[in-house]
């Protein structure tokens, strides 16, 4: 198998186990954004730079929770569960050693352990906080003081730390110890620019306002300690956010506020100290404060420690030396004094950061009885600097023995795999450091035992220290002498050589209290100063104050070591990609250098000195088959195949091993030249045939071509022949053509010729008719003219004659005439004026319409009567114009009379023709009223046309208005029948909530023979007319009160508990169903409604009735039974949801319920809502006659609504556990069905033509899958047969499949080798048959539970698809998988192998987008894990459980044998009309 594109998981994978195959393997995988990659057992840890918080989260702790180590990923927690694993199962202790310089991570990668341990080993908070609490939270505390940003680090750790985890003999965390090495103290007195000093400095600068006042503090800028460099904040982080989050900190790991205040108050007292300078004194070498700002900051010290001012610059300014003879006090000169300044700040912060661990330490307690632990080891990497000091060269002691633990280590691990496998080996030569550790701590010749004899002689210099290691070391091959200096020296270390400056070697060795500085702060009213500084024993002082730091760091290695030992180690070795500090960059040398120092190029070595090369059997022949076929002829075993192959090729010094093959150095790369060979006379072979068929392909074509061209050719010339025949046909025919045109023409010529004369003649003879009939037209026109004109002249003179006779009978009547006109002038003028009238009328009246629109009817009538007056006032105009009409044509007819009887000579008048003329003029007058009489009948039409439109429009509106109204009232019902709802469920929700201080379910039977007597004095309690139980017979009511309230209640309370505990006895057994209806739950419900428990304020049948179900419950692995509850109890909370109401509804909202049912409506909806839904319970009780609809819902009191709660928990409660019992069972198939097992993945091999041979092999593949199938079709038989509904079904099975679905994917995206092309064909077999058994089971009960797949049904669908490289990222993301998100698109690309036909994945290009797209999401918000979630929650309601349901007719359920023939439950027995 080539290395994949994405690079191994595990180095020692690599076929080519050298450095440049290393670089490139971890270069491929941290483009990858995969930091961690394995070397055996050792993890390489790569600082992304940038947060990745996908890898961390609370599902990715769930995955790796009991994982295989290298079943998943390369993971931080893999190690981690690793060592916890190996100490609960072999009670052994382990240790995780994490290494690395500063800026790889190393500090990040603890936390990250620490979480995991706390998650593996966590338990219930007690007391506020836990264990493993105050352990994750002691990491911010010991970083505030501890840490600080250095060149190549933001958040270096300034001291190594080891932290002891106990755990019990359960798993859990009982306990736990911090030790810390080697703080760095110079720090606190000097920094280099661009570093800061320690982070409390800062976040004190940046504590609330009163906290600064309290302790005199300012911007960080005015501190001599922190002014040294130019940084005081860093990218990103705020000072005063992490103050605040060390104080909480400081809470959970048990210090008190009063202690958190005293620390602090220290903290401030150091910056303080640091701005005390002096200057020289009045004496010689003396020296005092410079001034007024050293005075401040000297009163503010001595304030803040609580000490006296003037000892306090009498213990800096000032010497006590003790002779014999008397005590002698010695000023200092001002530089001596700083120095005092700066060793007294020193002192004072390295006991308050031993005081802060040993108070964690204290706090967090360690567990006695602890047999085991975990240590985590955080601790410096080797450092190489310019300038390397005495802290450099305990670092490089510290990392040469951890180096030599760690080569041992690895030795022994290969001897381990050597001796697993089986197989023969010999010694394994490693490079042993202990030359160097001798000349380091070697007594008495060691570079520390002369620094601790240099440090005792008080005229020792480091030039002497120098002098004394040249002459010891001189011929050292591990110690170098510089030739340009006389006091630096060089050590030949395992990662190289480092240059060590000796000039502070000795004041850094020497770790003394000054006795004045002691006895000052000893003396401090503050009980936290002076338990920093004890008082020395009596010996003590008197004896030397000097203490080696040297020896002391030796002697805590050595007890390090020591615990090392004794545990289990596993390594982590963390890796700074660039100093940049930015994400995306990769450095080869820097790299290479830091994998040289952590050793892990030497376990490459190592390796390499054995057998470098391992490969699992079905690996090799996968890869090297070929080179030996006949190995794999028939059934082989894998053993002996590898063996046929490696000796057929003559390889010498290999070994086969149990599980793998072992191959010595340069074997695999000969192995792989002679795969190449095969491969390459296989392509040989495949090009010669090619070309062979390519030839042949040729010539058959050119063949087919001659053969064609010939057919063309022939072609071409039998059809010149037919041409030839065809033209000389149809010369044949043209000219029978031309000679039949010739005939023809000359034929129509003469024809023509005969034609033309034949019109000629007939046309000369119509001439002469048309002119001889015109003559005779012309003749009769004139005599006609002639006629008329004599018919004219004569009507002339007589119509003049007529008109002389008009003029005289006119001239006699006129004055007559002219006297009734005028009359009717008269009568006009009237006319106008009653015009005016109607017109103010009119405009009144629209006037009136636009105003008083409410007012219609009325409006109406008004309008009815101005109409009827105006049209009687037209009526009597048009009878007046009538009349004078009639007298005009009178008038014509008397003047025509007396024309005709007048004589014919008449004189004419001029008075006459005056009369006419006024007549004319009355006439012209009269014409004039009736046009304004017309107009004024227009605008009256008008005026009713508009009214008439107003109605119509006020119509309209009004119909709109009575469309809104409906709605009002539609939306006003549907807000009633809401709240009364709604009202019903506060009222429930309200008794439920009651539970809390309700009483115990079994007091409910104090107060049930109260309740019971109550209601037999009122009556209400209905028993059948049955004679024992009747308590409205006169034998009842007819008693004293005194019998009713003794012997029959007494009797009453005994035959119910008789009845319950026939009921109960009853339901405990399996009374199977009727049909479909489960008899259990129909019983229960009859009874229960029969009894009128349901309305009972106290009863202890309800509870019976849980515990009776709690009970057949408890053996949760029988699914038949856990079916058939769950169908009785789906089937009685469906009962109760259509029966019961929450009787407290009136008492919660009164005024609802009284504006709802107030009206007709609202009572006939209350009416219609008390109906039962789907009950009939006119067949349970006998006594009551009609149907559903004359019943009303039962009023349910607290019990009631109680059980029913109960009731739905337990419904919930038995679906969990079924669908849980399904998962237990298909889980353990599950985890092989995602992975093909390996017997196919060497069948690939053999090729196709073997077929017939793996017939059973590949029955046999797909058989976990069957099992699957197997199992859910047994589970959906057990519902079937206890008729469970249908939709609790298809919900179970929607579960099941999307848990099918989450475990297949997240395996898939958490395991690369299951990413493979065959794999994928494996996995989309096995799916197949999971369609199948959807397809089996149809809809009603499998549902859209394939649809649940999609995650893994895309996924494999990716894997199996051909031509990846040509796939754009949108055809993937939108048509491949649609589902998948971009990380997991991702992490499938680069993942991705093709172990069948060798193809790529996806291209770079493709890479490149989906990285930047991550990029992107990771920018905007916190990006979402790639993982899936398994759903445990209950994905349906009681409403939806009722609607899904139908409806269930319980009137013929026959009762059990065991209370059929009790009379008690005569009630049960089915009845006819």
């Known amino acids: 198998m080539e290395a994949p594109a994405g690079g191994v998981d595990d180095m020692t994978k690599l076929s080519y186990l050298h450095e440049p195959g290393v670089l490139q393997n971890l270069k491929t995988r941290y483009e990858l954004n995969e930091i961690y990659t394995y070397t055996g057992n050792i993890l390489i840890a790569i600082n992304p730079f940038q947060r990745l918080p996908h890898l961390y989260d609370g599902h990715m702790m769930q995955q790796y929770k009991g994982a295989p180590f290298g079943e998943l990923s390369p993971h931080v927690f893999a190690v981690a569960d690793v060592a916890y694993r190996a100490m609960v199962n072999e009670a052994k202790s382990n240790s995780i050693l994490v290494s690395g310089e500063s800026g790889a991570g190393k500090t990040e990668t603890t936390k990250m352990l620490m979480k995991y341990l706390a998650f593996l080993g966590g338990r219930v908070a007690t007391e506020g906080r836990t264990v493993e609490q105050q352990v ?64 409390c400095f800062y976040l004190l600068c940046a504590a609330p306002q009163e906290e600064i006042e309290k302790y005199k503090l300012g911007s960080p800028k005015t501190f001599h300690y922190l002014n040294q460099s130019n940084c005081y904040e860093l990218v990103g982080i705020s000072d005063a956010h992490d103050y605040l989050a060390t104080r909480r900190a400081m809470d959970i790991v048990g210090i008190s506020e009063k202690e958190q205040e ?28 410079k001034d007024d700002k050293s005075k401040f900051h000297l009163k503010t010290t001595s304030e803040l420690l609580m000490c006296d001012l003037k000892a306090l610059e ?56 602890s047999k085991s632990l975990i240590g985590v080891l955080d601790i410096y990497g080797f450092e190489s600097f310019k300038t390397n000091s005495f802290e450099q060269f305990c670092i490089n002691f510290t990392n040469e023995k951890l180096q030599q633990h760690f080569n041992q280590h690895v030795f022994k691990m290969e001897q381990e795999e050597y001796t697993k496998e089986a197989i023969e ?68 270390h395992y990662a190289g050589e480092v240059l060590y400056q000796s000039d502070q070697f000795l004041d850094k060795n020497k770790d003394y209290v000054v006795p004045e500085h002691q006895d000052l702060l000893s003396a401090s009213k503050c009980p936290f100063v002076a338990g920093l500084f004890p008082p020395l024993p009596e010996e003590t002082s008197k004896s030397s104050k000097f203490s080696s730091i040297g020896s002391r760091f030796k002697l805590q290695l050595q007890q390090l070591m020591e615990t090392l030992n004794s545990t289990e180690p596993h390594y982590i070795r963390c890796v700074k990609p660039n100093n940049l500090l930015k994400p995306a960059i990769f450095e080869n040398v820097n790299i290479m ?22 490969k699992p059997f079905f690996e090799f022949i996968n890869r090297f088959g070929l080179l030996a076929p006949e190995a794999l002829e028939g059934n082989y075993e894998e053993k002996a195949a590898c063996k046929k192959i490696l000796e057929k090729k003559g390889l010498k010094g290999f070994q086969i091993g149990k599980t793998k093959v072992f191959l010595r150095a340069g074997q695999m790369a000969e192995l792989d030249a002679r795969r190449t060979e095969v491969l390459s ?21 050119l063949r087919e071509a001659t053969i064609s061209l010939q057919a063309i050719c022939r072609g071409r010339l039998a059809c010149k022949l037919y041409d030839n025949i065809r033209r000389e046909a149809a010369a044949v025919k043209i000219q029978k053509h031309l000679r039949r045109y010739g005939a023809r023409k000359s034929y129509n010529n003469l024809h023509v010729s005969a034609l033309v004369i034949q019109t000629g003649l007939r046309a000369m003879s119509a001439r002469k008719e048309f002119r001889f009939r015109k003559q005779t037209k012309a003749a009769t026109m004139i005599q006609a003219q002639w006629r008329c004109h004599k018919a004219t002249s004569y009507y002339k003179r007589l119509k003049r004659g007529s008109i002389v006779a008009q003029t005289r009978w006119r001239g006699r009547t006129a004055k007559k005439e002219l006297r009734k006109l005028k009359m009717a002038a008269r009568e006009t003028g009237a006319l106008k004026e009653a015009k005016d009238k109607l017109e103010k009328k009119v405009e009144e009246l629209t006037y009136r319409v636009q105003l008083e629109k409410r007012l219609r009817t009325d409006l109406e009538e008004a309008k009815a009567q101005e109409v009827a007056k105006l049209q009687n006032s037209l009526e009597e105009m048009q ?136 209601r037999a004095e009122s009556g209400s309690i209905p028993v059948d007319g049955r004679p024992g139980l009747d ?60 009894w009128r428990s349901f309305e009972v304020e106290r009863t202890s049948v309800f509870d019976r009735i849980i515990q009776t179900i709690g009970h057949a419950i408890e053996t949760q692995d029988n699914n038949d039974i856990l079916a058939y509850w769950l169908s009785n109890a789906s089937t009685l909370l469906l009962l109760l949801q259509r029966t019961l109401k929450a009787s407290g509804a009136a008492g919660m909202a009164p005024q609802r319920r009284r504006s709802s049912s107030a009206t007709l409506f609202g009572r006939m909806t209350q009416s219609f809502r008390g109906t039962p839904q789907g009950v009939n319970l006119s067949l349970i009780n006998g006594g009551i006659s009609g149907g559903a609809d004359s019943l009303r819902q039962v009023e349910a009191k607290y019990p009631a609504l109680l059980f029913k709660q109960q009731l739905t928990a337990y419904v919930e409660k038995i679906y969990g556990m079924i669908r849980d019992n399904l998962k237990k069972e298909i889980s353990p198939l599950l985890g092989l069905c995602i992975q093909a097992p390996r017997t196919s993945r060497a069948s690939l091999v053999k090729g196709a033509s073997r077929s017939v041979a793996n017939t059973a092999a590949q029955q046999a593949l797909i058989a976990h899958w069957q099992g699957i199938v197997k199992s859910l079709g047994n589970f959906l038989n057990t519902l079937k047969a206890n008729h469970v509904p249908a939709y609790v079904v298809r919900k179970v099975f929607t579960q099941i499949f999307s848990f099918i679905n989450v475990q297949l994917f997240n395996s898939l995206l958490l395991r690369r080798e299951c990413c493979s092309f065959s794999n994928g064909e494996y996995v989309k077999a096995g799916l197949a048959e999971l369609e199948h058994w959807c397809y089996k089971a149809t809809d009603e009960y499998a549902g859209s539970a394939w649809d649940e797949l999609k995650h893994i049904r895309q996924a494999i669908g990716f894997l199996v698809i051909h031509q990846k490289p040509k796939k754009t990222l949108d055809e993937i993301s939108h048509d491949l998988c649609p589902v998948l998100s971009i990380q997991q698109l991702y992490r499938i690309s680069t993942m991705y192998w093709d172990d069948k036909y060798g193809t790529h994945s996806v291209s770079s290009d493709v890479i490149a987008n989906m990285r930047v797209l991550m990029t992107e999401d990771s920018n905007n918000a916190v990006s979402n894990s790639f993982l899936l979630d398994d759903d445990l929650s209950i994905p349906f309601s009681v409403d939806d459980l009722s609607k899904s349901m139908e409806q269930i007719d319980i009137s013929d359920i026959e009762p059990p044998p065991l209370i059929r023939e009790n009379s008690g439950f005569s009630f049960l027995l089915p009845r006819s009309e």
Request: with cysteine; hydrophobic share 35%; glycine share 4%.
């Open 136 to 199: 994750l939270e002691s990491n911010p505390v010991l970083e505030a003081f501890g840490n600080a940003k250095t060149v190549r680090n933001n958040n270096s750790s300034r001291f190594g730390k080891f932290v002891e985890i106990q755990f019990d003999k359960q798993g859990r965390i009982s306990g736990a110890a911090i030790r810390t090495y080697l703080l760095e103290r110079s720090r606190v007195c000097q920094i280099s620019n661009p570093e800061r000093n320690y982070h």
């Open 262 to 289: 005293a620390i602090f108050r220290v903290v401030a007292a150091i910056l303080h100290i640091g701005n005390i300078d002096f200057t020289k004194g009045k004496e010689i070498d003396s020296s005092v404060p």
């Open 314 to 369: 009498d213990a800096l300014c000032k010497r006590v030396m003790i002779t014999p003879e008397e005590v002698i006090k010695r000023s200092l000169d001002p530089q001596s004094a700083a120095v005092s300044r700066d060793g007294l700040a020193k002192t004072i912060y390295s006991r308050l950061f031993d005081w802060l661990v040993n108070k964690i330490n204290n706090s967090i307690g360690q567990d006695p009885n």
């Open 425 to 492: 080996w010999s010694y394994i030569e490693f490079v042993d450091n202990q030359d160097v550790l001798d000349l380091i701590e070697k007594k008495p010749g060691g570079i520390v035992a002369l620094l601790d004899e240099a440090c005792m002689f008080p005229k020792s210099t480091h030039e002497t220290f120098a002098n004394k290691l040249y002459q010891t070391f001189k011929n050292h091959k591990r110690f170098i002498k510089p030739k340009l200096s006389r006091t630096d020296f060089t050590i030949a």
């Open 593 to 614: 250098q830091q994998l040289r120092c952590g050793g892990v190029l030497e376990a490459i070595r190592i390796s390499c000195a054995g057998y470098p090369t391992r």
């Open 681 to 701: 006379s296989a392509a040989k072979a495949v090009q010669r045939r090619i070309r062979t068929h390519n030839a042949r392909k040729r010539f058959l074509a």
């Open 879 to 1014: 009878k007046k114009i009538d009349e004078t009409n009639a007298l005009l044509i009178k008038e014509q007819e008397a003047a025509k009379k007396a024309i005709e009887e007048a004589p014919p000579v008449i004189k004419e008048t001029q008075v006459l023709v005056e009369d006419t003329k006024k007549v004319e003029s009355l006439t012209e007058e009269v014409e004039n009223l009736k046009a304004s009489l017309e107009s004024e009948k227009q605008r009256a039409e008008d005026a009713e046309r508009k009214n008439n439109e107003a109605q119509e429009s006020i119509e309209e509106k009004k119909k709109k208005l009575e469309d809104t109204e409906k709605k009002v009232h539609q939306l006003q019902e549907s807000l009633t029948r809401l709240e009364e709802k709604i009202t019903n469920l506060e009222s429930e929700n309200q008794v439920l909530r009651q539970q809390a201080v309700s009483m115990a379910p079994n007091k409910f039977l104090s107060g049930r023979s109260r309740s019971i007597l109550q």
């Open 1031 to 1090: 308590l409205n017979s006169p034998s009842i009511n007819h008693r004293d009160p005194s019998e009713v309230e003794e012997k029959p209640q007494k009797s009453l309370n005994e035959k119910q508990q008789e009845n319950q505990e026939l009921l109960i006895r009853c339901i405990a057994q399996h009374l199977g169903f009727a049909g479909n209806r489960p008899i259990a739950a129909c019983i229960i419900y009859k009874c229960l409604l029969q």
